[in-house]
């Protein structure tokens, strides 16, 4: 996995493994479509899975604004661990309502971190293009992580 549009298709085949959990709960608790209502065990995977597709928007843009604009590596490694905690608030959703918290707040986490490094990216080409300012050069100088040129 080399660029965003790899974690897009993992992202993809994601999707489809959560759709096709849903349709197994449906058949198994006998929830026929349109019907978004039944037991519990059924809302709770219905709802892992829809609240899992209401992110994908933000995730898709930041992910391809951090990839674009500040570094594709970064944005395949948090991207990935997103979809990580994804899995496991789908997983830990469909057990109980309490188990959806701690992979909620990491997938959080990692949301707002391509958050960030979309915004520092655009900001520093901004930068870049109209002040002839490199600031991810100068972060790096100050940080130690290149040498002065």
Not at 1 to 12: A, I, M, R, T
């Amino acid at each position: 996995l080399h660029n965003p549009s790899d974690v897009v298709h993992v992202f993809g085949v994601l999707s489809a493994y959560f759709s096709l959990k849903v349709i197994y709960a449906r058949r198994k608790h006998s929830v026929s479509p349109p019907a978004t209502t039944g037991p519990p065990e059924f809302e709770r995977i219905f709802r892992a899975q829809a609240n899992c597709s209401e992110y994908f928007p933000i995730f898709v843009f930041s992910l391809w604004l951090a990839g674009v604009f500040f570094s594709q590596a970064l944005a395949v490694f948090f991207g990935l661990m997103y979809l990580y905690g994804r899995y496991l608030y789908f997983h830990g959703y469909a057990e109980s309502a309490q188990g959806r918290l701690e992979p909620l707040y990491f997938s959080a986490k990692m949301q707002w971190v391509l958050i960030a490094l979309a915004g520092l990216g655009v900001v520093c080409t901004i930068t870049q293009a109209y002040l002839g300012l490199d600031l991810l050069h100068s972060f790096s100088h100050v940080l130690g992580l290149t040498e002065h040129t």
